[in-house]
């Protein structure tokens, strides 16, 4: 089908030079931007240490015996690199106090792909996206995991106004609201079964 097809557009040297300087130092300020809920691309982290944290909260949940349960959502982000919106993208640098001079290169950086499809051998117009970030770009890691951090803080916020309760491993211990992968996102909250429904 069609829709299994995705464009890549390449980088050249002249992009992956100007991009190099940026993702040097987004890399460096990765850990005090991140929450530990996230570890890809994070230096110093790696994707066993959430996967450790899962499997210990399902084990928890399984040992639960008080009439409130807890629940585990899994979603799976498919084709997650070309659905970033560049206007989210642009808000969530704003969001993270990054300076307008680096916004607006990030963003000129991100929206300059203009990719074509050879058909029979012959290109195509050039194709004008107005979402994705670009395979190959060392800036595309890590800006995709601060449009994750910032979804992150929609959660904690939804959760400092009470409309979303973490679930907690043990009576005293840390609670887990959400913790994020590559390309999927766990949710974790406390809820009672009312008449055969969960709430």
């Known amino acids: ?82 659905r970033v919106n560049w206007g989210f993208l642009k808000h969530t640098l704003e969001f993270f106090n990054f300076p307008p001079r680096i916004t607006r290169l990030i963003i000129e950086c991100v929206s300059s792909s203009c990719p074509r499809i050879l058909w029979n051998g012959e290109p195509l117009k050039h194709i004008h996206p107005t979402c994705d970030l670009r395979q190959g770009d060392p800036l595309s890691p890590y800006l995709f995991v601060l449009c994750m951090e910032r979804l992150a803080y929609m959660i904690e916020e939804e959760t400092g106004n009470g409309g979303w309760k973490p679930t907690a491993l043990c009576r005293k211990g840390p609670r887990i609201s959400h913790l994020l992968f590559a390309d999927d996102l766990i949710l974790t909250s406390n809820c009672e079964v009312v008449s055969g429904r969960a709430i």
């Open 1 to 82: 089908m069609i829709a299994n097809f995705r464009p890549i557009s390449l980088c050249n040297v002249s992009y992956k030079i100007i991009t190099k300087a940026p993702s040097s130092r987004l890399r460096n300020m990765m850990k005090e931007l991140i929450s530990p809920f996230q570890s890809n691309f994070i230096p110093g982290r790696g994707t066993l240490d959430n996967i450790l944290v899962l499997q210990e909260l399902i084990h928890s949940i399984k040992k639960l015996k008080s009439k409130k349960g807890s629940m585990v959502l899994k979603i799976y982000l498919e084709k997650v690199y070309d």
